[in-house]
């Protein structure tokens, strides 16, 4: 009773979110929700969904890219000190932050494509870092790929309600196999990019710092 009444109020407020309006709010409240350090699995997905996989992915775009640079500048600013505590306990992204002051805009790139990296603490790294803003923004097109695999799996499931079974591969034969090729048309970028990464992180930071 709970599932159909939940898919009662999805579907009642489905046209008010797939009007221009709903696109255009959906922007600032990912943007938002990247800026707040959350994860964007659900929400991309959820884009997916309303937009399908190619309206939703360009708008998960500029969304992510709003709330990265945003996070970015007040990593770089007035939540410096805050950021360098988060960070401390995680020396993956404390290498990212070493080397990417010598490996720049592609270390941002590479970093970006690995899934290795959680995309909202990079922002808090790369602020700490030098990289450059020009650098930092232009690697934000290393998120598309992810993007457009989050977006693609959410316009399979077709339903909120069914996020869950997509992820865990429950779901129709037919279903399966367009998220095998989905995954397939992406995995080959992810993995030679989180390679490339910590090739990049051992070269640029040393060994100990990215154990």
Known sequence: MESLAFHGD????????????GALAFIPLYALWVTLLLPGVWASMLAGV??????????????ACLGAEAAFLLGR???RG???????ALPKLQAV??????????????????????FSLLNLAYGLSEVSLRDY????????????????LGALAGDAARFGEVLAGQTDPGTWALRV???LAT????WVAGRAAQRALREGAGPSSVD
């Open 181 to 183: 090729v989905g995954v």
């Open 10 to 21: 999805w579907q009642q407020w489905l046209p008010l979110l797939q009007s221009p309006a």
């Open 50 to 63: 309303l937009y399908g996989p190619w309206w939703g992915s360009a708008i998960v775009f500029v969304g």
């Open 137 to 152: 923004s232009i690697g934000l097109l290393g998120i598309l790929p992810g993007t457009i695999l989050f977006c693609g």
């Open 82 to 88: 805050w950021a360098r505590r988060r960070l401390a």
């Open 187 to 190: 995995v080959a970028v992810v």
């Open 97 to 118: 932050e070493q080397a990417v002051s010598r490996e720049g805009l592609k270390l941002v790139l590479l970093t970006r494509l690995s899934p290795a990296f959680p």
């Open 77 to 79: 600013t007035l939540l």
